[in-house]
């Protein structure tokens, strides 16, 4: 042992001196010997980086493309294509739309949706997940199986009619919600992850005097942010690019959602959803648009509802982006 640590101790010595070790070459402090890279392998890393860049813009370039449409004159839009930036930049085809009442209900019942939606939503499933963590709890295996059929045996769109229909969900703000409050996956990867924790937080806080109650609210949840931000993301998503609700079961325009408007838009070669002849409001911006001719047509009308609907939602992501990797990692992890 006394034999290692001697020759432990010139080894450093030897090192502190600016020495070399033998069969390590040079060895002084702080000094990094990088491995020298192939010439295949250099060159597999340019080609890699030069195809990835290649792919990356070949996917932002619609999104810029819109971006760019919506900002620039109709009447110069027309006149030829355009590819990286606006040539006669205007935000009159924001103000154009924006002035329309049909988008601003629209905005109200989708920002209705996504603030109440992902509540109700993640606050049942978790509810759900915690309870069915505990195996003690009465039929619990006859309750899993009760709940998992749906995902197995699921009714037609003119059955989920019908059952809408005596419930007095139609043209119905709750139809957005209701339906899609339970998820039987969400629930299993939060019972999981709630699984995961260690029993002796929960045993100690009973042992203090806590409840069932007290210990979800206090401990159970605090403990649960990274998976509830990632499943509140995907609610959130879900809410707001959701079309086949409004398009199958309701009717009432005053309920309409921004994906329901987006459709009309684009199905219509006019634009004729924009144009209101009756509005006098609608009179005096043509005639102000026309004066500054700046007229907006309805291939830029499209490209402008296009980003008004579809942009906002690409914002949130970076909110979420920490807790929604942890939670996905974690979920892959435990489930």
Known sequence: MSEELSSFEK???????????????????????????????????????????????????????????????????????????????????????????????????????????????????????????KRWLPARRQITFFLILPMFFGGSIISTYVVYTKLGLLNNFLVYILPGCFQFFNMVIMRTFIEGIPIDIEESAMLDGAGYARVFLQFILPLSRPIIACFAFFSVCNHWLDLQTNLIYVTNRNLQTLQYLLYQVINSAEAAYFTEANSPDAVARSIEAMSNNTVPTPEVIKMTVMVVVTFPILLVYPFFQKSFIKGMLVGAVKA
């Open 11 to 133: 080894l450093q010595e030897l090192e502190q001196q600016g020495g070399k070790l033998p069969g390590f070459g040079s060895s002084k402090p702080g000094r990094v010997h990088a491995i020298k890279q192939t010439r295949g392998e250099t060159v597999f890393d340019v080609v890699n980086a030069a195809l990835l860049t290649i792919l990356c813009l070949v996917m932002i370039y619609p999104f810029w493309y819109v971006l760019v449409l919506s900002f620039n004159t109709g009447s110069d839009a027309s006149s030829g294509p355009l590819w990286l930036w606006p040539r006669v930049f205007t935000i009159d085809n924001y103000k154009y739309v924006f002035a329309y009442k049909a988008l601003q209900t629209a905005y109200k019942t989708t920002l209705a949706r996504v603030f109440t939606g992902p509540v109700l939503t993640v606050g049942v499933n978790i509810c759900a997940g915690f309870a069915l963590s």
